[in-house]
C-alpha cells in the first residue's frame, strides 16, 4: 500500500519546455489536489478534482493544466515553463472532506 | 488577502518545555481546522483537528485550542521534543467547501 505517489520526484526544465507530474493514489479516495509550496508563501491550492472526470481552479491556476482521467491519477501539466513556477509541488487526497494526505512532493526548477 | 495567518516565521524551545504555536484566520465562515507538520522533503502529514463546536481537542502530547471570537487557534507540543522539530501548517476549511486554506507555516526546532 504506497498511499499517495508522486513522479517524478525532482526535474529540471528549461524556460519553454513543457512536462507533466504524476500523482497516484491507491487509497480510492474521490478528491484530489496539487498544491505548490514555496518559502514564506505555504501551500496554495492550484487545481483540484473531486472526482474522475471532474477539475476545478484553484488558489494559483495560471500557467498550469489538469486532468483526471482515471479515478486513481491526477497529472498536473506545464505547457510552456517559466522560472516563477520553480517550486515543490503536492498532491493530496481525501475522502473525509477536511482530512488530506500528501505525496511526498515534486522538486521542480525552471531555468 | 491572506485568511490564514501564521505570524510567526520561528520558534525555538528547549526539550521538555511546552511549545506554543500560534494562528489567527479572518474568516468567519471557516469551521474546521488543523495542524499538519512537515520534515524537510517529505509531504505535509495530518496532526490535529478541531472542529468550532469545540474549543479545545487534545491527542496525546498534542492539544489544540480555538477561539472564535478572537479568531485565533494555538497547537500546544507538551513536552517538547526534538523530533517535533518540524514546519507547522494550519489549516482551515469552510461549510460546503472542499478545499483547505493554509497558513505560512512556523519552524520550530526543539533543541536539547
Known amino acids: 500500500n504506497a498511499g499517495v505517489t508522486q513522479t517524478p520526484k525532482f526535474r529540471v526544465l528549461k524556460t519553454g519546455q513543457s512536462m507533466t507530474l504524476l500523482c497516484a493514489q491507491d487509497?480510492?479516495?474521490?478528491?484530489m489536489y496539487w498544491y505548490r509550496q514555496d518559502p514564506g508563501m505555504g501551500l496554495r491550492l492550484i487545481h483540484y478534482?473531486?472526482?474522475?472526470?471532474?477539475?476545478a481552479k484553484g488558489e494559483v491556476p495560471d500557467g498550469y493544466n489538469v486532468s483526471r482521467l482515471k479515478k486513481q491519477n491526477f497529472l498536473l501539466g506545464l505547457e510552456s515553463a517559466a522560472p516563477s513556477q520553480t517550486s515543490v509541488y503536492f498532491c493530496?487526497?481525501?475522502?473525509?472532506?477536511?482530512?488530506?494526505?500528501f505525496g511526498p512532493g515534486t522538486r521542480l526548477l525552471v531555468l | 488577502d491572506q485568511q490564514v495567518k501564521q505570524n510567526s516565521p520561528s520558534l525555538s524551545v528547549q526539550e521538555g518545555r511546552i511549545s506554543i504555536l500560534n494562528c489567527d484566520y479572518t474568516?468567519?465562515?471557516?469551521?474546521?481546522f488543523l495542524w499538519y507538520k512537515k520534515y524537510p522533503a517529505e509531504g505535509p502529514t495530518f496532526l490535529i483537528s478541531?472542529?468550532?463546536?469545540?474549543d479545545k481537542n487534545e491527542d496525546g502530547r498534542f492539544t489544540v485550542f480555538l477561539n472564535k471570537s478572537a479568531k485565533h487557534l494555538s497547537l500546544h507540543i507538551v513536552p517538547s521534543q526534538p523530533g517535533d522539530s518540524a514546519v507547522y501548517f494550519c489549516?482551515?476549511?469552510?461549510?460546503?467547501?472542499?478545499?483547505?486554506?493554509f497558513g505560512t507555516g512556523t519552524r520550530l526546532q526543539v533543541f536539547p
Open positions: 493530496a487526497v481525501t475522502s473525509v472532506q477536511e482530512t488530506q494526505y
Open positions: 487509497m480510492n479516495h474521490e478528491y
Open positions: 478534482s473531486v472526482g474522475e472526470g471532474t477539475t
Open positions: 474568516n468567519s465562515m471557516f469551521d474546521y
Open positions: 478541531i472542529s468550532s463546536i469545540k
Open positions: 489549516a482551515a476549511s469552510g461549510v460546503n467547501t472542499d478545499k483547505l486554506i
